[in-house]
């Protein structure tokens, strides 16, 4: 099951997941340092207590029997709300279903920034997993799937499968201050063009 954190909210859980984390050798595990984060901000639990930044949203945790295995979260930019950034510190333990955890994470995150009126969501990737943008639109293209289909605004590969179509630039963008390959879906499109607008002048470095 999916628990959501903030930094009102008991985090023993997220803390666990980090310090499961420290013998992965993995590149996305060195953002779930468990050790001095107090001084490390690119460090989940500095963005989760200390810069707030899912105060907006909400940082998910995957668990059974009360075990984290995965995590990934939400938030509304903060110079603009309408866009959500999704799959934010994503990680999953080392030896788990990461594909089947992470889209489970990914669609209750979507379910959930719907709800609270986004207009666009985006998914963003850093230079070693970009190749992750193309897989991701494929897995998602409701063509690839013979029997999709659309019930009450949201895609199904098949029943109880959940998919959302996905789009993406021809380059990348500067979120946070560091170089991003995105991907990203349209709720409401009469925001389109101004969302076409911000990624063409770059303007998520804010």
């Given amino acids: 099951m999916i628990s959501w954190h903030t930094s009102k909210t008991d985090n023993t859980l997220v803390s666990e997941l980090c310090y499961l984390s420290e013998s992965d050798t993995r590149p996305a595990a060195s953002n779930m340092a468990p050790r001095n984060w107090q001084l490390s901000?690119?460090?989940?639990?500095?963005?989760?207590?200390?810069?707030?930044?899912?105060?907006?949203?909400?940082?998910?945790?995957?668990?059974?029997?009360?075990?984290?295995?995965?995590?990934?979260?939400?938030?509304?930019?903060?110079?603009?709300?309408?866009?959500v950034l999704q799959g934010s510190r994503s990680y999953t333990l080392p030896g788990c279903d990461i594909?089947?955890?992470?889209?489970?994470?990914?669609?209750?995150?979507?379910?959930?920034?719907?709800?609270?009126?986004?207009?666009?969501?985006?998914?963003?990737?850093?230079?070693?997993?970009?190749?992750?943008?193309?897989?991701?639109?494929?897995?998602?293209?409701?063509?690839?799937?013979?029997?999709?289909y659309c019930e009450n605004g949201q895609w199904y590969r098949e029943p109880d499968i959940k998919i959302l179509p996905l789009r993406t630039l021809d380059h990348s963008v500067n979120i946070h201050h560091t170089e991003q390959w995105i991907v990203y879906h349209v709720i409401d499109w009469d925001f389109y063009d101004e969302f076409l607008d911000i990624c063409k002048n770059n303007d998520f470095g804010r």
């Fill in 99 to 148: 594909k089947y955890l992470q889209s489970e994470l990914w669609y209750q995150q979507y379910s959930e920034a719907r709800l609270s009126g986004a207009k666009v969501i985006l998914g963003s990737f850093n230079y070693y997993n970009r190749k992750m943008v193309s897989q991701a639109i494929k897995i998602n293209d409701p063509r690839n799937h013979k029997r999709s």
């Fill in 41 to 83: 901000p690119e460090t989940l639990l500095y963005k989760l207590t200390s810069e707030q930044l899912y105060d907006s949203g909400g940082y998910g945790v995957w668990h059974q029997n009360g075990r984290p295995l995965a995590g990934g979260g939400w938030h509304r930019l903060s110079w603009h709300p309408d866009i």
